[in-house]
Structures are given as C-alpha cells and as structure tokens.
C-alpha cells in the first residue's frame, strides 16, 4: 500500500499569537479529510467570564467545528481562507499504514467532544486525530523537551481537567508545537485557489 498523507495547520495568530492547529489527511489517492476545532472567542478578551467560559466546553456545547472532502489543493485553498479562522502554513507527514475510518470517526467526534485548556484543546485534538491515523508519536514531537517540561509540571502543578480533577495536563502552545513537528513546511500563502466547496458544506 502507498504511503498517505496527514497534515498539521497553523494560524499563527490566534489566542494572543500563541497560535491555533487544524488537521488534515488523505482518504484515498488525491482525497482528503480535513477540518477544525476552531472554538472562536465571540466576547473581548478583557472580559474575564468570558475568558473563564472559553477555557473549557463541556461535551455537546459549541467548538465552530468544521470538516470538509476534497483533493490536496482545495483542502488547502479552503485552509488559507477560512472558515473561521485563515490557517498560514502547514506540515506534512508520510504514514505507511493509515488507519482511515477510524481517524475520520475520531474527528468527527470531536464535533461534540468539547474543549478544554488543560487536555482537550486544538493541539490535544490534532494530534489525538493524527495518532489514530497512523502518525508515529515522536514524529509529533511528544518526545520534544516542550512535551516533556509540560508533563514534568503538570505532575508537580495543580492542573485541573475539565472534569475537575488532577488528570489535565499544561497546554502546549501552538506555535511552539508546530516548530517542533519533524515534517515538510508549506506556507499557504502562496495558494491562490479559490476553494470548490463551501463553508457552508463542509460539517459532517
């Protein structure tokens, strides 16, 4: 069988500029499944219920996720403009052994799997989604010395999960995750196709 394809994205603006990830990967030779939990901040950033609201998503609440089908060069066209969020680059893996249906069920899932800070947020998710497919863990930089600092400290810290106890973890921040992620860059400025499929179509 051919080696597929999975993709890390990245603005590298969100959140206060530490960043927000999204996932991609193909389903068949120039297919591919893709999509985001974008989990926008709809109140300013000053007011802190807000803030303390946007820190976790119990599961069934709202994420803006999204998802859409299409072949290599649509998926990125629709990264680079939206819908919520216009993602700046990627990276990309080579997995031997997909693992296809099941990472399209993990992402789905996530539509309704709420959001967390501390152990469900965008870089949780993309790399939970990446796992199943088939991407090995130290290509996704788990072995990193960031990975490792934050697991060091949230067994020391109290680190509450969105269940209250002990069991979260201390985010990792986007930006520096994508750094460390040992695949192929692509910045999607330089994609100037206009995507075949709406914001509108791409859920479910």
Not at 49 to 62: C, E, M, Q, T
Not at 91 to 97: A, C, G, R, Y
Not at 147 to 154: E, I, K, N, V
Request: glycine letters at 8%; aromatic letters at 12%.
């Amino acid at each position: 069988m051919a080696e597929r394809e999975a993709l890390v994205f990245i603005n590298f603006e969100q959140a206060l500029r530490f960043g927000h990830v999204a996932w991609g990967f193909a389903v068949d030779d120039d297919e591919y499944f893709f999509g985001s939990t974008d989990h926008l901040l709809k109140e300013p950033m000053w007011y802190l219920p807000a803030l303390w609201r946007y820190s976790h998503v119990p599961p069934g609440g709202n994420v803006d996720f999204w998802c859409g089908r299409g072949p290599r060069d649509e998926m990125l066209a629709a990264m680079a403009a939206g819908p919520h969020i216009r993602y700046h680059a990627c990276k990309s893996f080579l997995v031997e052994t997909a693992n296809v249906e099941a990472a399209v069920s993990q992402a789905k899932a996530l539509e309704f799997g709420g959001w967390s800070l501390f152990g469900n947020n965008c870089v949780d998710q993309a790399a939970a989604v990446l796992v199943t497919y088939g991407v090995a863990e130290q290509v996704l930089a788990f072995d990193s010395a960031l990975h490792q600092l934050a697991r060091g400290l949230s067994s020391t810290l109290p680190v509450m999960s969105s269940s209250g106890s002990r069991s979260g973890t201390l985010p990792i921040p986007p930006v520096q995750w994508f750094d460390a992620l040992k695949g192929t860059r692509q910045d999607l400025v330089k994609v100037q196709l206009v995507p075949k499929i709406s914001a509108g179509s791409m859920n479910g």
